[in-house]
């Protein structure tokens, strides 16, 4: 009798540990699982900050690439008002020369004086459009300029974001090791 109570024991202590090893198994299939998604959630997050840095290495090529040509429009702009202020004081002198010349001959003068007039609005207005675009490209930089703080800065925020995130999974890996 003592035996069979001692195999009743020794049964009831082997069933017991078969559920607990069966719940342990239960367990670690759960945490494989878990893991298994971990990783495959950073991975997808590690491939998304490799896309954010290639966009943010083409914005940044953009930006030198607008930077160079805002650069040359600005020395062409130059070169132009250069132009227009030599132009400009040739039309001054050849203006006092003519309205000398003229000063003798009434009908010459009002003649040339006209065509004066003309040039020098031409000339305005030529000026007034060169101002109106220069303007306008300066706008359209500001603009681009803006967009690309804007994007970079969420760039930014994102990659914060997703380290924040990876450190989280990287303390949970560690402290579900334990």
Do not use: P, Y
Request: with cysteine.
């Amino acid at each position: 009798m003592k035996d069979e109570k001692g195999d009743q024991e020794k049964f009831h202590f082997i069933g017991k540990l078969v559920s607990e090893l069966h719940e342990m198994q239960v367990q670690l299939s759960d945490l494989e699982r878990t893991k298994a998604e971990f990783e495959k959630e950073i991975s997808q997050r590690i491939r998304m900050e490799e896309e954010s840095k290639k966009m943010r290495a083409s914005l940044e090529e953009q930006l030198a690439e607008s930077g160079a040509e805002l650069k040359k429009i600005t020395e062409e702009l130059r070169r132009e008002i250069g132009e227009r202020i030599r132009i400009e004081e040739e039309s001054s002198k050849m203006k006092a020369s003519l309205e000398e010349q003229l000063a003798e001959s009434g009908t010459e003068l009002k003649k040339i004086t006209e065509e004066l007039r003309c040039e020098i609005g031409e000339r305005i207005r030529i000026e007034e459009e060169s101002s109106k675009m220069r303007i306008s490209l300066e706008e359209q930089l500001a603009e681009s300029r803006a967009e690309l703080k804007r994007i970079v800065e969420e760039r930014q925020r994102e990659v914060q974001e997703w380290k924040q995130a990876l450190d989280n999974v990287r303390d949970r890996l560690i402290s579900s090791k334990f």
